[in-house]
């Protein structure tokens, strides 16, 4: 079974940065699709950012040119940099990850329990 643990959420100003991780716990982590997502209360969840099994990536409008996702298989750990954050980027940040090698499932089989982000102008 596969678990994932976020962590590195917090509180900061607008144009700053955090760091947050995704601890995998699980064999065959290399061959795991790996998410973030974020949701503010009363809206849709949306994905953020996804990185595949051979390094391929993606990022919602919105974030490009801000937020770069990484991973490290050795570690088990999925990686999202945050730089010049906006206050519209406050919400719970949410990992997920799927057995879907190329990214190619819309649908993700495991989460995390998420991670406040909040940014203050």
């Known amino acids: 079974e596969v678990q994932l643990v976020e962590s590195g959420g917090g509180s900061v100003q607008a144009g700053g940065s955090l760091r947050l991780s995704c601890v995998v716990s699980?064999?065959?982590?290399?061959?795991?699709?790996m998410g973030w997502f974020r949701q503010i209360p009363g809206k849709e969840r949306e994905l953020v950012s996804r990185i595949s099994g051979p390094g391929g990536t993606y990022y919602a409008d919105s974030v490009k040119g801000r937020f770069t996702i990484s991973r490290d298989n050795s570690e088990k750990t999925a990686y999202m940099q945050m730089d010049s954050l906006k206050p519209e980027d406050t919400a719970i940040y949410y990992c997920?990850?799927?057995?879907?090698?190329?990214?190619?499932?819309?649908?993700?089989?495991?989460w995390g329990k998420g991670t406040q982000v909040t940014v203050s102008s």
């Open positions: 699980g064999n065959n982590v290399r061959f795991l699709c």
């Open positions: 997920a990850a799927d057995p879907s090698f190329w990214c190619t499932s819309v649908e993700y089989k495991y």
